[in-house]
């Protein structure tokens, strides 16, 4: 990995998601190595749209950090926007946009936004515990049929 | 490590067979969109969207599908996913739009799904 890894966690802008995806996998495979591939399956999928959303609509991104505990991940992504966040409408459940946030919203223990001097931080904690609740029934419930 | 995201585009008997491979966020979601684009000049009688390759997914890859879904649909065009992987079908769960798409298990299965439907259409 070319980018600077001063803590565990941190890496320093600019970087791809891919490149944030293949050093959050690496840290879960070395310090939680017993999380479910799910749950890295989840945990990867937060981190990547807190940054694509950092660089559409929060100007750009100006730090990231991944932070573990015995049961959760903690992701923090800083961008230089104020704005917050925002999901999309139930009313056009199929109109593209706001996905994203949506989907951090659904997959995180506990999401928390915080003004910074130059924009905002995003904390998302997500559990990576052994998991036994809806979400592993849905992962086994297979493909949908024909309609 | 990650997969190098791949598309590539074959047709077999009118249908176009788009095969997705590797990891797909914002940043692979044009080339994607590119593939699934429907061709200028008709004559094509559906899409398969073969998955069973795909790694990675985010709501880019979604909106990408959901889009092609759409003008598909304007077309009068089928649109088939075929080879869901549990990490995709967790992701159109996730997101309330597996009702949206047509999914099969097999590319085959697809492709006759997209043959049944056009014949259907022809019909009427």
Known sequence: MNTTDTEYGRLQPPFSAATARAHVRELLLARAPDTLPVTIDDVLLVVTELITNAHRHGGGLTAFDACLTDDTITISVTDASPELPRAVPHSRPLAPGGFGWSLIRRLSRHVAITPVATGKTIEAVIDTGTRTGPAEERRHRGPAGLH | ?124
């Open chain 2, 1 to 124: 490590m990650s997969v190098e995201a791949e598309v590539t585009v074959t047709v077999v008997d009118d249908v176009r067979i788009v095969r997705v491979v590797g990891e797909y966020d914002a940043e692979g979601a044009e080339a994607l969109a590119h593939a699934l684009a429907l061709p200028a000049e008709s004559g094509t009688s559906g899409t398969v969207v073969d998955l069973a390759e795909v790694t990675f997914a985010d709501s880019s890859f979604l909106h990408t599908l959901l889009a092609a879904r759409s003008r598909h649909q304007k077309s009068g065009i089928p649109l088939v996913l075929a080879e869901v992987t549990p990490l995709l079908q967790r992701l159109l769960d996730l997101t309330d739009v597996a009702r949206a798409f047509t999914v099969t298990q097999t590319v085959p299965t697809a492709t006759e799904t997209v043959h049944a439907r056009k014949s259907s259409t022809r019909r009427q």
